[in-house]
């Protein structure tokens, strides 16, 4: 079966089964999967009109069939998908087709952002798989993917129940990010790192826009790349799509260039467009074989929004662990995750481009704790994170519920703990450092340190782990203590990096410990390290000497070119380094006093409700509202539209302002004094249409405003949404579309709030919507995103 990922001929991929039902009469409301049961025969036509135009792989026609959106369907899933992959198994008959059990999103948010968890996830999943491969799938195939934790649960839930290949896509907006802000090379290391088989792009975008970020994938990645197009933009007057078959293959051959393999079509996209493509491109070779001879390797981590390419000194922060740090340790004795929370948050800002965590503590569940920390961690910074254990059990429940490609810290040159650890490296896609120990402790020379590091890195070459993923730890010993055996760690990392070709790691403060003005002793052993070829400094990110000896380091080594991360840092600065010139915080030191901007800002829950009690002492309840919490939220919302965060982060900034409404209402509660309700909104996704996700974070955002919101669900009558307006006394009602088929549901809608004469406005979004086709289904206002939603409601509520 794996033999279709490695032809050297393109592979051609099917169009679009919604389209062509669309077009032969899908009624609004009628669930396309539940066709595969009611009327196959109209399946198994679609599925052999792809077949007989030269398509070689199907996708069977479960799309939607997850128990969450079969929810009231009266089938299971079961029944469901063993319909529609035995219809599309039909189609193929006396044909070489393959079908592929086609997995779509799951229609929740995950938590930390929604309630979904990542087990619930997984568990969807694994249903679905399981009868996909009992039906009798070929491939697996994840598509339109926007989440990638959500994928992750996905891949693991395939991997670990099934035996079949699996191909993932995810779908990118215009600025090269997924609508939950992942960007291209983010996904393409973290599937091919979990041992997908073939990753790519479809649906939101034509093959021109789709173009750049196809191209960038294939730089960034080893396995297989396919794209699916949608057929150009829709055309929401004429539910058409913009470009034909011609115009649509001709688009698509600049991609022969950088090396894909398989091609198909998306939304739009009929036999016609697949029988033009296979005259492109059947039979033809590809030229991924020269992209992969030209991928150069490196060690990179990533969160889904940010990736880290050690190819320069970066910055790994200290100080999330509790040896040696008094309030960290109390943190966890106290499950006191925002301080947690707030220290990775500030070596962030800091500099740090990777955060050590370490969670192993007396009195401290480890295996719990650390999935814990890693799991709110990421819902505040975009940084990589590099997991400090040598516990199995910890690690594992860590790197299952992370986000991205991680880092272990570490094993050493043990056989037993690399028998334990490497495989979990492997599994979920690590790169590890090994400590240059074993069973008889720390050589006091570099050769025998170079020794260890041989072992270790020649055990992980056979578990499989790419040797770019490999670090070496010299160790570095106090020099109070073993002065003659800290001098051999600088000759160890040179032999490292010559003979092995791997990067090294370094707890640098370790060489001052029992010696006075401790600054002094690592800012110079950290630059004789550095001059020895150290890549990753493990280290007090605050410490400004450091901070500014790694900076121009990396200036003088020619590694930070034209300078430039020099002067994002440290451009505006007076001399000192430090912005105005003030000192920066010393490690452990507590703000004075909570800051609510910054608490919004940074998703940290507990200091705004801190920061709210603390503004009651001085303030009126309303006052904190109008002059703190709202703008708050709006300055949230500002550097959201900038880019400069992406929609977990706006969603955990805006539940963070909800701990300071909450702490206001309860406030007022006391005083019987009405609670805050800046207005009524009635929400909810249209008949026909069983998406909510973006109706879902938009009800987040505006409660987190303080507007009362009366949430309808998913594929609501028109009548249900009538009635809710005239009982509720709503002032604004928001509907929400995916679908181009459901637009007309949101039109009729809108056409019986009008009849019916209710005072209120309409607010409409979607992903298929724009601004000219809400005014001409007279809507009163069109949203691009959560925070033009709440944008809308202060015009609508004058406040």
């Known amino acids: 079966m794996k033999n279709i990922f490695n032809r050297n001929e393109y592979v051609l991929l099917d169009g679009a089964m919604g389209t062509m039902l669309q077009s032969g009469g899908l009624e609004l409301g009628e669930r396309p999967e539940l066709l595969s049961i009611t009327h196959p025969d109209r399946i198994t036509a679609v599925h052999r009109m792809y077949v007989e135009s030269g398509a070689d792989i199907v996708y069977a026609n479960t799309f939607g069939a997850n128990a ?24 193929c008959v006396g044909s070489d087709a393959l079908v592929g059990l086609d997995v779509g999103p799951l229609g929740e948010l995950l938590e930390p952002a929604g309630t979904l968890s990542f087990e619930g996830a997984y568990e969807l999943f694994q249903e679905m798989v399981v009868a996909g491969e009992k039906a009798g799938a070929d491939v697996i195939v994840f598509e339109t993917m926007t989440d990638l934790y959500e994928v992750k649960a996905g891949v693991l839930a395939a991997k670990e129940n099934t035996k079949l290949p699996i191909m993932v896509s995810m779908t990118f907006e215009s600025n090269h990010r997924t609508f939950a802000g992942c960007t291209v090379e983010a996904m393409a290391m973290t599937l091919e790192g979990l041992g997908v088989d073939a990753v790519g792009i479809n649906c939101s975008l034509g093959p021109v826009e789709i173009f750049p970020m196809a191209k ?107 040896m040696g740090r008094k309030f960290i340790k109390q943190a966890y004795l106290n499950d006191d995750m925002d301080t947690i929370l707030a220290c990775g948050v500030e070596q962030v800002e800091h500099g740090a481009e990777i955060l050590d965590v370490n969670a192993a503590l007396p009195g401290v569940d480890e295996t719990i704790m650390l999935s814990k920390v890693v799991k709110l ?46 495989p979990l490296a492997k599994k979920y896609g690590a790169a590890i450092v090994g400590l240059t120990l074993d ?71 370790n060489i001052s410990f029992g010696l006075p003005q401790r600054e002094i002793i690592n800012r110079h052993f950290l630059t004789t390290a550095m001059d020895a070829g150290l890549d990753l400094p493990i280290m007090n990110p605050k410490d400004q000497g450091m901070k500014e000896a790694i900076y121009a380091y990396n200036v003088l080594s020619g590694q930070d070119e034209g300078s430039k991360a020099y002067i994002d840092r440290f451009g505006g600065q007076d001399n000192s380094g430090s912005p105005g010139g003030k000192s920066p915080q010393k490690d452990g030191d507590q703000k004075s006093s909570a800051d609510i901007f910054y608490a919004v800002r940074k998703g940290l829950k507990n200091e705004a409700k801190l920061a709210t009690e603390q503004l009651l002492e001085t303030m009126e309840e309303m006052a904190i509202i109008n002059e ?131 005072d209120c406005k309409v607010l409409v979004g979607g992903a298929v919507l724009t601004a000219d086709y809400a005014k001409a289904i007279q809507a009163d206002y069109y949203a691009k995103d959560a925070k033009q939603s709440a944008d809308i409601a202060k015009k609508v509520f004058g406040n």
């Open 216 to 322: 960038e994938l294939c730089s960034c990645t080893t396995l297989p790349v396919f794209v699916k197009p949608n057929a150009g933009l829709p055309n929401l007057n004429t539910d058409a799509y913009d470009i034909g078959p011609v115009q649509f293959t001709e688009e698509l051959l600049p991609y022969k260039e950088i090396g894909i393999s398989m091609l198909g079509g998306c939304c739009g996209t009929s036999p016609d467009y697949i029988k033009a493509l296979g005259a492109a491109f059947k039979g033809q070779e590809t030229t991924a074989a020269k992209r992969k001879e030209a991928y150069k390797p490196i060690l990179r981590a990533c969160s889904p929004t940010a990736v880290v390419h050690v190819d320069h000194v970066a910055m790994v922060g200290e100080s999330i662990n509790p």
């Open 628 to 758: 703190k919490l709202i703008p708050a939220l709006d300055e949230l919302g500002a550097i959201f539209e900038k880019g400069e965060i992406f929609l977990p982060q706006l969603v955990q900034g805006a539940q963070a302002a909800q701990m300071g409404f909450e702490v206001v209402n309860r406030r007022l509660a006391l005083k019987d004094a009405e609670t805050v309700n800046r207005g009524k909104i009635v929400l909810a996704t249209v008949k026909g249409d069983v998406h909510d996700i973006g109706k879902n974070i938009v009800k987040i955002i505006l409660q987190n405003y303080g507007y009362q919101i009366i949430d309808l669900g998913r594929d609501v009558a028109i009548e249900a949404v009538v009635e809710a307006v005239q009982k509720h006394g709503a002032g604004l009602v928001g509907l929400s579309a995916l679908m181009t088929t459901t637009l007309k549901s949101m039109e009729e809608t809108i056409a019986a709030i009008h009849q019916a004469k209710l």
């Open 377 to 422: 961690l990421q819902s505040v910074v975009d940084a990589p994170l590099l997991l400090d254990s040598q516990n199995p059990e910890a690690l594992e429940a860590a790197l299952r519920v992370y986000n991205g490609k991680p880092m272990i810290n570490s094993t050493n040159g043990e056989q037993e703990l690399m028998d334990k650890l490497f």
């Open 68 to 91: 969450h959106k079969l929810e009231g369907a009266g089938y299971t899933v079961e029944e469901v998908i063993t319909a529609a992959v035995q219809a599309a198994k039909a189609a």
């Open 439 to 509: 069973e008889e402790g720390i050589p006091a020379t570099a050769e025998k340190r170079l020794e260890v590091a041989r072992r270790i890195v020649n055990t992980g070459l056979a578990y499989g782990i790419p040797r770019e993923d490999l670090m070496i730890d010299c160790l570095t010993l106090a020099a109070s203590v073993q002065q003659k055996e800290a001098l051999e760690t600088p000759k160890a990392i040179r032999m490292i990096k010559e003979e092995l070709g791997v990067k090294v790691l370094l707890g640098v403060s």
